[in-house]
């Protein structure tokens, strides 16, 4: 089991590379939003913090800039 969470994340981790290195804003926060248990599940409370604000952010940008 805990091999199978270690690809799960590591897989979350690629993607969220490739989706940065391609520019591909539709995939982007999507792995961010999976990212945010990696980082309450490690102790970076003020990562998970800021990225979800960070998708508020993301989330409004659409709305804002039609």
């Known amino acids: 089991m805990l091999w199978l969470q270690y ?3 590591v897989d979350v981790l690629r993607t969220v590379i490739r989706a940065e290195r391609t ?3 539709n995939l982007h926060p999507l792995r961010v939003s999976k990212m945010m248990n990696l980082f309450a ?4 409370n003020h990562y998970a913090k800021c990225a979800r ?3 508020q952010m ?3 940008l659409s ?4």
């Not at 709305?63 to 039609?66: A, L």
């Open 23 to 25: 520019i591909d804003w």
């Open 58 to 60: 993301m989330e409004r």
């Open 53 to 55: 604000l960070y998708l």
């Open 63 to 66: 709305m804002e800039h039609e």
């Open 41 to 44: 599940a490690t102790g970076h």
């Open 7 to 9: 690809m799960y994340y």
